[in-house]
Each structure stands twice: as C-alpha cells, then as structure tokens.
C-alpha cells in the first residue's frame, strides 16, 4: 500500500524568507512517481513537478527546488525568497507504476505574509 | 495541451435533488478519468476510477447508487449525485489520463463547488 505524508499542517512566513515543505512516502514497488500540486484559494490544483524513481537529480526551477532523497524517502520542496503569491495549500502525492491511482498527502497550508 | 474542464464551476441544489457534473478532456482523449472529493480544509480523496466504455470502480466507502459515473466518451465523464443532502455539499474535482501519459501523470480540472441546502 501506498503513502504519503505531509507532517506540516500549516507554515507561516514572511516575505522573502525560504521555506520547505516535508513530504515523506512509503511504496513496495521499485517504480514509482512523485508529484507536487499547489491549490491556492481558487482551488484549481497546479501542478508543480513530476520525478520517477529513477531520477534523483535535485530540480531547480526559479525559486523552486525539489530534493528527492531515495535513502530517507522523502521528496521535500524549497521556496527561496517566498512571496504572498507562494500562500497556498501544498500536496505531494504518490502514484505506482502501472497507471496507478494517485495517492495524495494531507496537505501543508503556506501562508506569506508581507 | 491536456486541458480539463468542468461544469459546473459552482452549483447549489436542494437537498433530495440530483446534480450532474461534467468533465472534459479538451485536447487529448482521455482513457482513464479520476472523480475526488475534497472537503474543507482536506486532502483529495479518491472517489472512483472510470475507464472508457466500461463500470467505474469505486473506492470503499463510495456509495455507487448514490455517485453515478459515466465515461461514455473518451473526452468526456460525468458524476452524478443523486438525492444530495447537505453532507455531500463539498468541492469535487475530475482529472484524465490519456493514452500515452507521462508518468503516470492526471491532468486536473478546475473543480465544482456542490452546495447541498
């Protein structure tokens, strides 16, 4: 069985500090993939990164980084220099291979206050 | 590419009513749809899973009478609630994966905020 946990309920910050968020996951299989969504108010899901379990090279984009650890199996993501627009519900999910369901975190609520 | 929408966005119905909702695949063909259910303040939990042309499989705990899925098209779904009361008021989101997905990846609609009075 799959799981994916988001220990952080809510992060509170202000402007220009960097953040990370914890996703932790457990899976049997060898291959797998790892997601991360943002939905801010709207509700609308974003969708942020894609990584396989084959790839652990560490993603930079802009101010969003993903450091995917196999060894610790965690797959946490850093916001440099958060802005209010960053405020938003954050969930990592978690799909086997095989075109699997996708198995989603709690959440961690972000919220960025000038 | 891969754009889902939904329809509607929002909707309020009465309680004993029914209420469709529908999911589109706009530019893909969609093999596989996905029907959440997110309550206030949670995570997205899985409803069922539908396939194209054939029964949608429903996670335990998911009444089929009561959450009628059709994935009569490879481009479009529906999820209807039948006889809502006010405990099913919540934000239901679709999402599809087509033929050749990437990792496994869903393409998410925009949700519909069902408010059940």
């Known amino acids: 069985a799959q799981k994916v946990t988001q220990a952080q309920t809510e992060i509170s910050v202000v402007e220009k500090e960097d953040v990370t968020l914890d996703c932790v996951y457990e899976t049997r299989d060898t291959t797998y993939y790892l997601f991360w969504y943002k939905q801010p108010p709207s509700g609308e899901l974003v969708f942020l990164i894609r990584?396989?379990?084959?790839?652990?090279q560490n993603e930079i984009s802009g101010r969003y980084s993903w450091n995917f650890q196999k060894s610790t199996s965690s797959f946490n993501f850093t916001i440099t220099a958060s802005q209010v627009v960053d405020s938003a519900v954050y969930f990592c999910?978690?799909?086997?291979?095989?075109?699997?369901?996708?198995?989603f975190g709690k959440g961690t609520m972000l919220l960025v206050s000038p | 590419g891969a754009v889902v929408s939904q329809h509607p966005s929002r909707v309020i119905c009465k309680s004993g009513t029914s209420v469709k909702i529908e999911c589109r695949s706009l530019d893909f063909q969609a093999t596989t749809m996905f029907w959440y259910r997110q309550f206030p303040k949670q995570s997205l939990m899985l409803m069922a899973t539908s396939n194209e042309g054939s029964k949608a499989t429903y996670e335990q705990g998911v009444e089929k009478d009561k959450f009628l899925i059709n994935h009569a098209s490879l481009t479009l779904s529906t999820l209807t609630v039948t006889s809502a009361h006010p405990e099913d008021s919540s934000f239901y989101i679709c999402s599809a994966r087509g033929r050749t997905g990437l990792g496994n990846e869903q393409y998410f609609g925009p949700g519909t905020r069902l408010t059940v009075t």
């Open positions: 999910a978690l799909s086997e291979a095989g075109y699997s369901t996708l198995t």
């Open positions: 990584r396989n379990s084959f790839d652990e």
